[in-house]
């Protein structure tokens, strides 16, 4: 018998989904999704196609003891709704700063998801973070309206390399300070 690992992560409540912890249970939702071409093209860390392995390989690090980063499943099962709507994950940084990335199946695209977990994520600041900074792809506005409709500040342009693209991709970052 095979019994999932207990992490150190809380489970954050919003009104239609929560954000839980990664379980092996997820690879299977998580795999078909993040095998869709618009899903890994709008991230710095999917490749496109999905190599056999990288997601158990992912699911694994995020329940790691030395992990850098948290990750949640926007997980809608508590108001009826699918098990995997998205992921979203908070990087540790130095100095009690962390950087928020997420995606959203194609199925939940505007929808509200985003935008909730973002916001779940900012009201209950996990990592005790002063500083959340985030980056999204210049062809991806709508990921950056999120952003800014929960209080990011732009920053500026850079540019990232897109493993689902092989390429690098103009980026625009944002700040949200957090007393």
Not at 71 to 87: I, Q, S
Not at 105 to 133: D, R
Request: with cysteine.
């Amino acid at each position: 018998m095979m019994f999932e690992k207990v992490i150190n992560q809380p489970v954050i409540e919003t009104e239609r989904f929560d954000l839980r912890p990664l379980r092996l249970s997820d690879m299977g939702l998580i795999e078909m999704y993040a095998s869709d071409e618009r899903v890994a093209c709008n991230t710095r860390s999917i490749p496109h196609p999905l190599p056999p392995g990288v997601t158990e390989d992912f699911i694994r690090r995020a329940q790691a003891e030395d992990r850098v980063e948290d990750v949640w499943a926007m997980d809608g099962t508590r108001t009826g709704g699918p098990e995997v709507m998205g992921l979203i994950g908070l990087e540790r940084m130095d100095r009690n700063q962390s950087e928020i990335g997420y995606w959203v199946a194609p199925v939940f695209w505007n929808s509200g998801v985003a935008s909730a977990a973002v916001g779940a994520l900012i009201t209950s600041n996990p990592q005790a973070s002063k500083t959340i900074f985030a980056e999204v792809f210049q062809d991806n506005p709508a990921s950056a309206r999120v952003l800014t409709n929960r209080g990011f500040e732009y920053l500026g342009d850079a540019e990232t390399f897109c493993l689902g693209r092989g390429a690098n991709v103009a980026t625009w970052t944002y700040s949200l300070k957090l007393s």
